[in-house]
T-cell receptor, first 111, second 113 residues
Framework: EPEVTQTPSHQVTQMGQEVILRCVPISNHLYFYWYRQILGQKVEFLVSFYNNEISEKSEIFDDQFSVERPDGSNFTLKIRSTKLEDSAMYFC?????????FGPGTRLTVL | DQQVKQNSPSLSVQEGRISILNCDYTNSMFDYFLWYKKYPAEGPTFLISISSIKDKNEDGRFTVFLNKSAKHLSLHIVPSQPGDSAVYFCAASEGGGADGLTFGKGTHLIIQP
């Protein structure tokens, strides 16, 4: 069964550094998403991406975040200058319709 | 602003019995609802969904009921099994496609032998 994959599973970085989180969505899916879950809190929507551009973004998705689909398979989330409060699980998801399928997540730890 | 609420942080059910997880929403624009199951250190796994044009959807042991007038949905698991122990998230969207999901805080279901 096709799955969304994410790398790395765990990323540790120093505050102020740039990080890139990578995702490979399910191959025939058209919509791609990033979510985050801060420890102990609910899963929060960050951004959706369709047809090589951002479709919708939340208030969390400020100028320090960017997304890109550099080739036909990868979908990336870049955080330009990480802050302590960016420490969270980041989930990628994809869909061809209404049901979003999630990857296993990347745990980002900012020190 | 909690648009999707799961008011029970945890629920304990005996193996073989019915588990009922509840979810309330406030945004009347939501028209598609999903339940996800999540284990620690894993991503949410899709379980079952329902469109606002229906009031019930069934898939094996899982049934989701939607009461639009009350803005309430519930997930029934019958019979409950030990492997069902996990955190269950209710999520909603305004139209699918590009719309992001709004999640509840989750309910930790514990199935006791």
């Amino acid at each position: 069964e096709p799955e969304v994959t994410q790398t790395p599973s765990h990323q540790v970085t120093q505050m102020g550094q740039e990080v890139i989180l990578r995702c490979v969505p399910i191959s025939n899916h058209l919509y791609f998403y990033w979510y985050r879950q801060i420890l102990g809190q609910k899963v929060e929507f960050l951004v959706s991406f369709y047809n090589n551009e951002i479709s919708e973004k939340s208030e969390i998705f400020d100028d320090q975040f960017s997304v890109e689909r550099p080739d036909g398979s990868n979908f990336t989330l870049k955080i330009r200058s990480t802050k302590l409060e960016d420490s969270a699980m980041y989930f990628c998801a994809s869909t061809i319709g209404n049901t979003q399928y999630f990857g296993p997540g990347t745990r980002l730890t900012v020190l | 602003d909690q648009q999707v609420k799961q008011n029970s942080p945890s629920l304990s059910v005996q193996e073989g019995r019915i588990s009922i997880l509840n979810c309330d929403y406030t945004n009347s624009m939501f028209d598609y609802f999903l339940w996800y199951k999540k284990y620690p250190a894993e991503g949410p796994t899709f379980l079952i969904s329902i469109s606002s044009i229906k009031d019930k959807n069934e898939d094996g042991r899982f049934t989701v009921f939607l009461n639009k007038s009350a803005k309430h949905l519930s997930l029934h698991i019958v019979p409950s099994q030990p492997g069902d122990s996990a955190v269950y998230f209710c999520a909603a969207s305004e139209g699918g496609g590009a719309d992001g999901l709004t999640f509840g805080k989750g309910t930790h279901l514990i199935i006791q032998p």
